[in-house]
């Protein structure tokens, strides 16, 4: 059974700083990886997809990179700015569902 | 013009009542999915359908029987609440291999 962990759960960044979000996977059969960023309050919204031949996949300042060898996703922010805060999923898919991990909380101070 | 609507956006309810929960997607996919997420903010597959076919149904009790009318719709009914359903609700849609959209969530506080 798929398990995905998100290290860290919280990070405080300064604004304009790059940063790094970790997402690791059990199960390496996974049709994609997908990022999401969730808003207080609200439902999540795709940031990103990684299909399982892909490596690595780029919109704006976010660059997210997949190892299915080693079993990790990481997320890349560039030059953060406070209204990146939110919390960022990473989730694996399989067969007709998404496994997610629990999230990293981002913290942007300007 | 939203993607994923589901309705209503909160519902607080006593316990031993019968709640429905909405959902429809405009996008055309033919899949569609409940998610429920806790206090902790974990988010944990509940059912998935394909086609209006039942695919997944994650050890939800049966108190939870979602109905799929047609692809593009998908509600979600509980029978006899309790305080642990209390939490948000997620309807989401994707077709092959493509994002998840997901709806803005169901709150429901159960007392």
């Known amino acids: 059974k798929q398990e995905v962990t998100q290290i860290p759960a919280a990070l405080s960044v300064p604004e304009g700083e790059n940063l790094v979000l970790n997402c690791s996977f059990t199960?390496?059969?996974?049709?994609?990886l997908q990022w999401f960023r969730q808003d207080p309050g609200k439902g999540l919204t795709s940031l990103l997809l990684?299909?399982?031949?892909?490596r690595e996949q780029t919109s704006g300042r976010l660059n997210a990179s997949l190892d299915k060898s080693s079993g990790r996703s990481t997320l890349y922010i560039a030059a953060s700015q406070p209204g990146d805060s939110a919390t960022y999923l990473c989730a694996g898919a399989g067969s007709y569902q998404l496994t997610f991990g629990k999230g990293t909380k981002l913290s942007v101070i300007p | 013009d939203t993607a994923v609507s589901q309705t209503p956006k909160y519902l607080v309810t006593q316990m031993g009542n019968d709640k429905s929960i909405k959902c429809e997607q405009n996008?055309?996919?033919?899949?569609m999915y409940w998610y429920k997420q806790d206090s902790k903010k974990f988010l944990k597959i509940m059912f998935s359908y394909n086609n209006k076919e039942l695919i997944i149904n994650e050890t939800v009790p049966n108190r939870f029987s979602p109905k799929s009318p047609d692809k593009a719709h998908l509600n979600l009914h509980i029978n006899s609440l309790e305080l642990g359903d209390s939490a948000v609700y997620f309807c989401?849609?994707?077709?092959?291999?493509?994002?998840?959209?997901f709806g803005n969530g169901t709150r429901l506080t159960v007392t």
């Open positions: 199960d390496s059969a996974i049709y994609n």
């Open positions: 996008l055309g996919h033919d899949t």
């Open positions: 990684i299909q399982s031949s892909q």
């Open positions: 989401a849609s994707s077709h092959q291999n493509s994002p998840l959209h």
